[in-house]
């Protein structure tokens, strides 16, 4: 089991950054694969980043690759999302997510509870 905190959200114009964070607890370190998914009003929930146990090997979203970067820290059970040259339409609740399989791109297995993000034009 693991309890999965978002923090970083927030109002930002459009070509800020703001950094989101996720604060792992209970059965963590590398023991799960993690990313970052996004929901904007009206919408399903859409992948937007994933991270491998290791930090090694990361993927992304067409409509942020070049702009956002994952990260985590598995020394302090933490992950990151640094989200540069923001637009209007990344507007969107964030959640963290963990799964237990080496790809969080499925169907994961934790959720957080979500960080607002909003972007104005």
């Known amino acids: 089991q693991v309890q999965l905190v978002e923090s970083g959200g927030g109002l930002v114009q459009a070509g800020g950054s703001l950094r989101l964070s996720c604060a792992a607890s209970?059965?963590?370190?590398?023991?799960?694969?993690m990313g970052w998914f996004r929901q904007a009003p009206g919408k399903e929930r859409e992948f937007v980043a994933g991270?491998?146990?290791?930090?090694?090997?990361?993927s992304y979203a067409d409509s942020v690759k070049g702009r956002f970067t994952i990260s985590r820290d598995n020394a302090k059970n933490l992950m990151y999302l640094q989200m540069n040259s923001l637009k209007p339409e990344d507007t969107a609740v964030y959640y963290c997510?963990?799964?237990?399989?080496?790809?969080?791109?499925?169907?994961?297995?934790?959720w957080g509870q979500g960080t607002q993000v909003t972007v104005s034009s």
């Open positions: 991270i491998r146990r290791s930090g090694g090997i990361t």
């Open positions: 209970g059965r963590t370190g590398s023991s799960y694969a």
């Open positions: 997510a963990a799964d237990r399989s080496p790809s969080v791109r499925g169907s994961p297995d934790y």
